[in-house]
């Protein structure tokens, strides 16, 4: 398998523009995981997905931020509309139930 | 090529006992540890955040250390509750690098 896909790997964006992050995770695994991670802040939480449904969104930071997993093998982060705070890398994970969770490369976020 | 252990892989304490986590890492160019905790079935959870340049993060009944030079970190925590049982995981972070550890499993009886 060639692991969590995640694109783009870098995104670059102006202010109030709409960004889409998109993430394939391993086949065969039933849960998906959406993080943020800056220097300040370490690595968030923002939502996960148990066989395509959204579990627990409390790490969303707010209404602008949407995650949708319409099928097992794809998912979207979406922001609406970006703010220069949203800079940042999101990584999405996946796991075969409660095992460890495959990380993919991360997209760059930068939004000016 | 980073490596990181902890120590021990599962422990079992009784409630309201005190306790320590280890995390050993073999390269000191870190960005910065991060503590998790990981119930089944859920996300990660974070705990602490040790920047590059701190040694230590509270947080509650928790205590983070970080010793560089030794390759070190510590987790403490105080007067542990049955709900503490979960995974523990550090992780070292380089750039946009994750090394995970392999994780703790702790279990505090009642």
């Known amino acids: 398998d060639a692991g969590v896909i995640q694109s783009p790997r870098h995104e670059v964006t102006e202010m109030g523009q709409e960004v889409t992050l998109r993430c394939k995770p391993i086949?065969?695994?039933?849960?998906l995981f959406w993080y943020r991670q800056t220097m300040m802040r370490g690595l968030e939480l923002l939502i996960y997905?148990?066989?395509?449904?959204?579990?627990?969104d409390s790490g969303m930071p707010e209404d602008r931020f949407s995650a949708k997993m319409p099928n097992a093998s794809f998912s979207t982060l979406k922001i609406q509309p970006s703010e220069p705070r949203d800079s940042a890398v999101y990584f999405c994970?996946?796991?075969?139930?409660?095992?460890?969770?495959?990380f993919g490369p991360g997209t760059r976020l930068t939004v000016l | 090529k980073q490596e990181v252990t902890q120590i021990p892989a599962a422990l079992s304490v009784p409630e309201g006992e005190n306790l320590v986590l280890n995390c050993s890492f073999t390269d000191s160019a870190i960005y910065n540890l991060q503590w998790f905790r990981q119930d089944p079935g859920k996300g990660l959870t974070s705990l602490l955040l040790?920047?590059?340049?701190?040694r230590e993060q509270t947080s509650g009944r928790l205590n983070a250390s970080l010793d560089k030079s030794s390759g070190r970190s510590t987790l403490y925590i105080a007067a542990s509750q049955p709900g503490d049982s979960a995974t523990y995981l550090c992780?070292?972070?380089?750039?946009?690098?994750?090394?995970f550890g392999t994780g703790t499993s702790l279990t505090v009886i009642p």
């Open positions: 040790i920047q590059s340049s701190q």
């Open positions: 994970a996946s796991s075969q139930g409660a095992d460890t969770q495959y």
């Open positions: 086949s065969g695994h039933d849960y």
């Open positions: 992780a070292v972070i380089g750039g946009n690098q994750f090394y």
């Open positions: 997905f148990n066989n395509n449904v959204p579990i627990d």
